[in-house]
């Protein structure tokens, strides 16, 4: 039996005295694409620290493909591309540099295919300090991407592109999505994840408020849903 690609069970994280996430509980299926939306300090940025093992859990467990990421975090690493918010890159890298530097960290990917995603044509041999945010974006993005890894974890990883590269980029998450990959994506563009995602989840007040897939996704729904809730 194939395990979920992600599995979330009773995950709670506290900073201090403040409880960010209260039992959150959902699993996610191999090309399954989910759009995670809340408000802000719903706890968004918190639990895909946590998926990407970049946070412990103060209770709950996580698996990744089957691995639990507490027990085996570099396995559970090696099978996630995560772009955080603020993707940190190596400011005196080129991006081709950098990709290349990926790829051999993870033992696999095309660094040609990961250039193409970054589209950044010659400018892929400047040095990434010289970029706009958008270019650092997807060169972030295209490192997420590289080797094809089963699960992807965006935390607002559309904002800063254009209307063409975010055009793009979409369909290149659709299509990993479409061959297996399991593809978060949070996101504070409710009509973009109605219009690309298979299934939301809404986060509110640290707990999985709604869990609406297939034909519910229709146009406004998920704003009536978010607003009463947050």
Known sequence: ????????????RSFGRVDVLRGVSFHVEP???????????????????????????????????GVDVAVDPRQARALTG????????????TAREFL???????GAGDLDEALAVADLGEDADRLVREYSQGMRRRTAL??????????LLLDEALNGLDPASTSRIREILRARAAAGTAVVLSTHVLEMVERVASRVLLLAHGR??????GAELEPGVLERLLVPRT
């Open 1 to 12: 039996m194939i395990p979920p690609a992600i599995l979330c069970d009773g995950v709670l």
């Open 31 to 65: 090309g399954e694409f989910v759009g995670l939306v809340g408000n802000n300090g719903a706890g968004k940025t918190t639990l895909l620290r946590i998926l990407a093992g970049q946070l412990a859990a103060s209770a709950g467990a996580v698996r990744i493909a």
């Open 82 to 93: 995560y772009v955080p918010e603020q993707p940190a890159l190596w400011d005196y890298l």
């Open 100 to 106: 290349g530097f990926v790829a051999e960290v993870r």
């Open 142 to 151: 295209a490192a997420a991407l590289l080797g094809h890894p089963p699960v």
């Open 208 to 213: 999985v408020e709604a869990d609406v897939t």
